[in-house]
């Protein structure tokens, strides 16, 4: 009997704990009802979706803690109140966010800048991104180069060949750049490293200088490099037909063979392609054993001497703006010495990787040859694709006449 009581009230206790802390939990959690009506009536209510859009009247707006703010206005399509948020944006808080450039000029500041100016910015805030001649730096984006690769397998799209608008230039710099610091250039400083964008593209003279009265006056080589995309129109009702999924086409016929894999089958009937025949010596009899004949070297004809011709002035002077290009590499004249680049005094003549104390790529060294104009010309012309693995980051001069002076000028300098 006493068993049975103290099981009893072991139960009754039991309860009764789980009774106390499901009250202390609920008395804790539980949300308290307002007390009074206006304290019920502050609470938001839930706004339905208005059958149709509804002109609110506007209210006066009220000065709160020094600050401007827009007053409640009736809402009658809830038939209660809304409260308005923030105020009417400045002028001077729009103009500060009204930074976009049209391709026609338009929203250009005031402001001017050439690319002799915006060398040594672009220098001080872009280069370690982009290079000293906007060829970029590992996998930072090129500015320049690229000009007639749009069509291969792999082109470089850069300001030069590819952007269709200047104004995109002068807006992703005015507005993003440099890296990290944005909208710290002045406009002065935004147009100098535009134009020295396009002189190391070719596209303006150091000396040009880009302003709004100018603006116009610059041609992007890929302008017309665009279509509008009428896809919607032309094409999309052609990809959404009914798909052919059999037969589709009278016949097959094999257009041309794959290059990587040896997986294009053989048409039967054809020919191999003809072997060019190896072309033999004549072979004379004589009475003891046939003798091969070999052609009589002729004797090398006496070169006259050629006298050196006078360099046009014109000419070097013209090669000497473009040194401009080179000279933060390289230097030429009397002391010169070796730099990023070895110096260049008697470089037309010298052999290739040739200048004592300075360490070449491998693939400069063992080139071997001689630097003549031909060898030169085609060198700047492109100098990573003329010695593959060269260290020489220059993308290399696109017009023929601006490398016929520079090598005029480098001829100037016989020292």
Known sequence: MSKSLNLFGATIL????????????????????????????????????????????????????????????????????????????????????????SPDGTGLPAGSGNALDGEPIFEENCAV????????????????????????????????SYWPYLSTVFDYVHRSMPFGNAQSLTPDEVYAITAYILYSNDLIDDDFELSPETWAEVEMPNAEGFIVDDRADTEYSIWRAEPCMENCKESVEITMRATVLDVTPDEEGAEPAAEEAAAEPSVVETADEPVVEEAAAEPAAEEAPVEEAALDPELVAAGEKVFGKCKACHQIGDGAKNRTGPQLNNVIGREVGSVEGFKYSNAMADHGGVWDEEAFTAFMQKPRDYIKGTKMAFAGLRKDEDIAALIAYLQSNPQ
């Open 14 to 101: 039991g309860i009764g704990g789980t009774l106390l802390v499901a009250h202390n939990f609920g008395d804790r959690f539980v949300a308290q009802m307002p007390s009074t009506a206006t304290a019920m009536g502050a609470l938001p209510a839930p706004i339905p979706e208005p059958e149709a859009p509804v002109q609110a009247a506007k209210a006066e707006p009220v000065d709160v803690d020094g600050g401007i703010v827009a007053a409640a206005h009736a809402d009658e399509s809830t038939g209660g109140l809304r409260f308005g948020l923030g105020r009417e944006a400045l002028p001077e808080e729009v103009a500060a966010w009204n930074l976009d450039v």
């Open 129 to 160: 991104c982009h290079g000293s001649f906007a060829e970029g730096v590992d996998n930072w984006p090129k500015l320049a180069g690229g000009d007639g690769t749009l069509a291969d397998k792999d082109p470089l799209k850069t300001v030069g």
